[in-house]
């Protein structure tokens, strides 16, 4: 072996030279290319700050392995698994803790924002009754508060979903429903079925309890207009639209209103 | 002088004796033996009774399988195949010939994808299957109408494996590039699994190390977020939303990534002694 | 490109340095080498193990890329795709795709180096004719005997008919017969006009096919003659080379002390012992002058 001296042409420095100068092209070719394709390409993200920050309120590892690209979809279905378990033994800590892993994991399904409201609404409420003794002896108050302290937990974690997705009719729909049976709050209730009505793919059902709540709220005539803008809206062989229904209300307003025959709804068909 | 130009014939022929020899190997079949059991194994979930859901439960399911055991499948057997030629010297015989190194590398490189094409589809085609099976099923169980964005979209699942695909070739160009620079295949490997997790990763990463209010932070996140693509944009939204203009897009983007990192490792390997 | 007034290999002041570790240390295999082989002669190119032969063979096909020098093959610089064009190439011990077939095989590396069709297929079956591998064609490389593999390696370098063929240790491992095969195959060859080099550290196989030898230690080039020449040095002292008269004295001689005439046998100076007294040589001389 023949040594060459520090600093000659064959000397370490070139060695370590030569090897640093493929990374330098390598990395710089990747970074140059790169930043051409994401700028040129890809659409920029918008709520990158928002993953970070769920990130960072998830407990723990599912969390960071759900949000293996792909993978977090599947992580997010094995937690709620995980959480179906824990809803099976009534594990009201557990259930909660888990259905926001899986919401962070994952917040792209409406299916778990929905089910997780509901679960939070209608079901703890009655574990807890019963974990305090049930409904026979849990006075009427308590069982009050405590199913109002859920719902809001449920209209919570659905107003949570809108500021990471696209809403749908559906969980407009979900939160009237809670607002309605649990909160018992019609206004509420009113403006969130018309959000729904105004969903892409919006059922039609959601439009008639519209109309339907603002009679409950003594808002006649606003009620006799929207039925009237509603009806020509509605397949007539829909059998969830249910025409006759709406055709119905809007007839009894119009006794309730005494409307003149002259200026009475004219169906048209 | 008689010029040889680079020709796409020997690039499909070596492609074709790299498909070949890799669907020999018993890496091969074991993987997609194993994720076809998992694919087929994921109907227990009707135990749980979830109704239609179930069915984005097993499509989630299948597509996990698919994206964890074809990047394993990606990088473990480009590795394999490019040091096997290399220590076993059938690369020696090959390049003794009138073949451009770039001739050489492509051919694997597309012998490879060849593989991972042949694999998402047959996953994909066994996540059909199952999944049409069982959506009958809930169907004959009284689920007549099925909500919105849970029954069975074959659309959708045809255009995740294409984005599976276009995702796995993006990460088989990267790992090409590792492998040329590369000495050893364990080294390789490592190094490709590291760069498939930051790939995936690294949207989770940028949004952290934008709050994080450092500067240098950031360039160094802007940096790795130009060098990496982003695995996370290959993803379906739930329910199978998707655009004929986005899958374009990502097709773009991966196509691009894919010929960057190639065009890297043939510039890299013109430099590797044999 | 073949042919004319170019030689079939060039090599001009050919150096290669080898990265040995992180530290200042560089392994030279290869010192200003400076050789031509000639359009249809059969080249040897000797040395002990580590004498830079293979490493030689590979910066000539472009496999390595050489620290300083050049290398050219019919005028086209060995860094070139064009240059391997007219080369055929058998490595040494080689390895194939084990999964293929002989025919397979060999009819691959002919597509590669564009060949097709009607003139694939018969060329296939001619060089496997050759290589005595017509009945075994059809069966896995993978199930061959290493003399076989030898064999369809070499069928594999000749496919394409190339100008010139580079043989790596051809009879490394290699059976007398296998040995003797090989040693026709090359006079074969050179008698179509084709340019063989190969390299060897088994002299006396070489040396009957060789036109000339090329003897490297340590990277240099210590001599470069032709085989006959290298030959007649120990020819003059052979009792072969007396006349009749002085042929008849000596065997009266060994008569008169009860030998028999054939007892005197000239110690040849073959070419194992040429090599053995060039490299001890230029290792000595090299041992005395280090610093």
Not at chain 1, 15 to 25: E, M, N
Not at chain 3, 231 to 255: H, I, K, M, T, Y
Request: glycine share 10%.
């Amino acid at each position: 072996m023949r040594r060459w001296p520090l600093g000659s042409r064959f000397g370490c420095f070139a060695i370590v030279k030569s090897r640093w100068r493929l990374f330098a092209t390598v990395v710089a070719g990747l970074a140059l290319g790169g930043a051409i394709l994401t700028g040129l390409v890809v659409p920029q993200q918008t709520n990158r700050e928002e993953s970070g920050a769920r990130l960072r309120e998830s407990p723990g590892a599912g969390a960071l392995f759900g949000w293996l690209g792909g993978f977090r979809a599947l992580a997010a279905d094995l937690l709620w698994l995980r959480m179906y378990a824990g809803w099976e033994r009534r594990d009201l800590p557990g259930t909660q803790t888990l259905i926001r892993a899986v919401v962070a994991v994952d917040p792209r399904p409406a299916y778990f924002w929905i089910n997780g409201a509901r679960i939070l609404a209608y079901d703890q409420p009655v574990w807890r009754i019963e974990a305090e003794g049930g409904f026979e002896a849990v006075p009427t108050e308590r069982r009050r508060v405590i199913e109002v302290e859920q719902a809001r937990l449920a209209l919570r974690l659905l107003e949570e979903a809108r500021g990471l997705r696209a809403s749908t009719a559906a969980m407009w729909t979900e939160q009237a429903n809670i607002e309605l049976n649990k909160l018992g709050d019609i206004a509420a209730a009113a403006a969130s079925f018309r959000r729904a009505w105004e969903q892409p793919a919006g059922p039609y059902y959601a439009a008639r309890i519209y109309g339907e709540l603002l009679r409950r709220l003594d808002r006649h005539r606003e009620a006799y207009e929207w039925l009237c803008s509603l009806y020509p809206k509605l397949p007539p062989d829909d059998e969830a639209a249910d025409a006759p229904l709406v055709l119905a209300r809007i007839r009894e307003l119009e006794r309730m209103l005494a409307v003149p025959p002259a200026a009475a709804f004219r169906s048209g068909r | 002088m008689t010029t040889v130009p680079f020709s796409l014939t020997r690039v499909g022929l070596i492609a074709a004796v790299t498909l070949r020899e890799a669907v020999r190997q018993k890496l091969v079949a074991g993987l997609a033996l194993i994720a076809c059991g998992f694919v087929l194994g994921v109907r227990a979930l009707r135990d749980f009774n979830f109704g239609a859901p179930e069915l984005k439960f097993i499509a989630d399911f299948g597509d996990g399988v698919i994206a964890g055991f074809g990047a394993v499948l990606t990088i473990v057997l480009l590795a394999q195949l490019f040091f096997g030629e290399l220590e076993s010297r059938t690369a020696l015989t090959l390049l003794a010939k009138p073949v451009w190194r770039s001739e050489f590398l492509l051919g694997k490189f597309c012998g490879v994808v060849a593989v991972v094409v042949v694999f998402c589809v047959l996953l994909t085609a066994t996540l059909s299957v199952v999944l049409w099976q069982r959506e009958s099923a809930l169907r004959v169980e009284g689920f007549a109408t099925l909500p919105a964005g849970v029954g069975f979209d074959p659309g959708a699942l045809w255009v995740a494996a294409w984005l599976h695909i276009v995702r796995l070739t993006v990460l088989a160009a990267g790992m090409m590039l590792v492998a040329c620079i590369a000495q050893t295949q364990l080294y390789a490997i490592i190094v490709g699994f590291s760069g498939f997790v930051v790939c995936h990763l690294q949207h989770v990463a940028q949004g952290v190390y934008s709050r994080a209010g450092s500067s240098a932070m950031a360039w160094v996140a802007t940096l790795i977020g130009w060098m990496f693509p982003d695995f996370h944009l290959f993803t379906l939204e739930a329910g199978g939303a998707w655009t004929f203009e986005g899958v374009a897009r990502l097709t773009v983007y991966g196509a691009g990534y894919a010929a960057l990192a190639l065009g890297l490792a043939v510039w890299v390997f013109r430099h590797r002694e044999i | 490109m073949t042919g004319g007034t170019k030689p079939a290999v060039e090599l001009r002041a050919l150096t290669k340095d080898f990265v040995v570790g992180l530290k200042d240390l560089r392994l030279r295999a290869v010192d200003q080498l400076s050789l031509r082989v000639e359009c249809g002669e059969v080249f040897g190119l000797l040395g002990p193990n580590g004498s830079g032969k293979s490493t030689t063979i590979k910066l000539v096909l472009g496999l390595l890329r050489p620290s300083a020098g050049e290398s050219e093959i019919f005028g086209v610089s060995s860094s070139r795709v064009e240059a391997r064009a007219q080369v055929g190439y058998l490595p040494e011990s080689p390895n194939f795709q084990r999964f293929l077939s002989g025919r397979e095989l060999v009819s691959f590396y002919g597509r590669i180096c564009g060949l097709a069709g009607v003139r694939l297929k018969s060329r296939v079956e001619q060089v496997l004719g050759w290589a005595g591998l017509t009945e075994a064609a059809d069966r896995r490389v993978g199930t061959y005997s290493k003399g076989m593999l030898q064999r369809v390696g070499l069928a594999q370098a000749l496919v394409h008919d190339p100008q010139l063929v580079i043989l790596d240790e051809p009879t490394a491992g290699v059976d007398p017969l296998g040995a003797a095969a090989m040693a026709d195959l090359i006079r074969q060859l050179k008698a179509r006009g084709k340019t063989v080099v190969i390299t060897s550290h088994l002299l006396a196989q070489v040396e009957d096919v060789c036109d000339r030898v090329a003897i490297l230690d340590r990277g240099r080039l210590l001599l470069c003659a032709e085989v006959a020449s290298l030959g007649n040095r120990a020819v003059a002292s052979s009792p072969e080379s007396l006349d009749e008269n002085d042929r008849a004295e000596l065997a009266r001689w060994l008569s008169a002390r009860g030998k028999s005439p054939g007892a005197v046998v000239a110690a040849q100076s073959r070419l194992d012992r040429i090599f053995i007294d060039e490299v001890r040589k230029n290792r000595s001389d090299s041992g005395s002058g280090s610093a």
